[in-house]
C-alpha cells in the first residue's frame, strides 16, 4: 500500500491557475504509473492525466493544451498544472499510484473551486 498525500487545491477564478501536488511513501516511486482523477458528484471517475516510469504523459482529450502533469522522483512527487481551467471543472482531484494491473493507493482528494 502506497501513502498519498495531496495539497494545492482551492477556489480559483475561471481560466486561472492551480497546481496540485501529491506526494507519495511506501515503496519505490520511480516505478510507479502515477494518475489524476477528476469526480464531480453524481458522475463516474474520470483520468485526466497520468506520466509512467519512464516520465511518458497521457491526457484526456479535455485537458489537452491546459494541464501538465509532471513528477519528481527524488521528491517521490507528482503534479498537475492545471491552467484556463473552467467553472464546470470545479471537482474533487483525486492522485492514484499504480503498477500494471494494479492500483497501489488513492490520495485524499484536492478539492478545486472555480468561480467568479
Known amino acids: 500500500q502506497v501513502q498519498l498525500v495531496e495539497s494545492g487545491g482551492g477556489q480559483v477564478q475561471p481560466g486561472g491557475s492551480l497546481r496540485l501536488s501529491c506526494v507519495a511513501s511506501?515503496?519505490?516511486?520511480?516505478?510507479?504509473?502515477m494518475g489524476w482523477y477528476r469526480q464531480a458528484p453524481g458522475k463516474q471517475r474520470e483520468l485526466v492525466a497520468s506520466?509512467?516510469?519512464?516520465?511518458?504523459?497521457n491526457y484526456a482529450d479535455s485537458v489537452k493544451g491546459r494541464f501538465t502533469i509532471s513528477k519528481d522522483n527524488a521528491k517521490d512527487s507528482v503534479y498537475l498544472q492545471v491552467d484556463s481551467l473552467k467553472p464546470r471543472e470545479t471537482t474533487v482531484y483525486y492522485c492514484?499510484?499504480?503498477?500494471?494491473?494494479?492500483?497501489?493507493?488513492w490520495g485524499q482528494g484536492a478539492q478545486v473551486a472555480v468561480s467568479s
Open positions: 492514484c499510484a499504480r503498477v500494471p494491473l494494479l492500483s497501489l493507493g
Open positions: 511506501g515503496s519505490i516511486f520511480s516505478t510507479y504509473v
Open positions: 506520466i509512467t516510469s519512464g516520465d511518458a504523459p
